[in-house]
């Protein structure tokens, strides 16, 4: 497994402002991933945070919205920009070690946007 | 597009008898099948896979099974402890993808 940090824990926001969330992890790793959870819902998948480029979305979520960098192996953020209301949630980031197709999961920043 | 679905979404059960989730899946190149515990206000945490060349994988008290013809796999949890208590996820992924397709969760209390 690795041992993945995220900070910060909580946070709460201002609607129309931003907040960049830092994932970093012990081990160099093969794929990052940052998710959102919604209270008492699914985790949905945001983005695969590339290293070295631009990050892959899924359907629902944009660039300008969600901003990810990826630096180096071991460390990644995700930006939420312009917030509302409805961006109050849990956001997590994972990784997959190398090869092993399995995701562990960072603790989580819960925000709360008022 | 593909999906995992999860049954039932809350599930009660007296402590020490078995507790069973079932979730199906729509893509039928999925070969990984990893099941998550998330405890409140916790990260989900793996607690047990399969992947799709075994029918079934047991770890103590926490068995899955995986049936590749009617896509479909089980978490099964016998002599149930009030910490097995928690949100229980199952998930999907097709090797190479890196994506997991994650079921809705099964809220599960173990009643003393």
């Known amino acids: 497994s690795a041992v993945i940090s995220q900070k910060p824990s909580r946070d709460i926001c201002q609607r129309g402002t931003s907040l960049t969330i830092q994932c970093q992890v012990d081990?160099?790793?093969?794929?990052m991933f940052w998710y959102r959870q919604q209270p008492g819902q699914s985790l949905t998948l945001i983005a695969t945070a590339n290293q070295g480029s631009e990050a892959t979305y899924e359907s629902g979520f944009v660039i300008d919205k969600f901003p990810i960098s990826r630096p180096n192996l071991t460390f990644s953020t995700l930006t939420v920009s312009n917030m509302s209301p409805e961006d109050s949630s849990i956001y997590l980031c994972s990784v997959e070690v190398w090869q092993q197709e399995t995701q562990y999961f960072g603790p989580g920043t819960r925000l709360l946007v008022l | 597009g593909e999906n995992v679905e999860q049954h039932p979404s809350t599930l009660s059960v007296q402590e020490g008898d078995s507790a069973v989730i079932k979730c199906t899946y729509s893509d039928s190149a999925s070969n990984y099948f990893p099941w998550y515990k998330q405890e409140l206000g916790k990260r989900p945490q793996l607690i047990i896979d399969?992947?799709?060349?075994?029918g079934e994988k047991k770890d103590q008290r926490i068995a899955v099974t995986l049936n590749k013809t009617a896509k479909h796999f089980s978490l099964h949890i016998t002599e149930t402890q009030p910490e097995d208590s928690a949100v229980y996820f199952c998930a999907a992924s097709r090797s190479g993808t890196y994506k997991y397709i994650f079921g809705t969760g099964t809220r599960l209390k173990v009643l003393a």
């Open positions: 399969i992947r799709s060349n075994v």
């Open positions: 081990s160099q790793v093969t794929m």
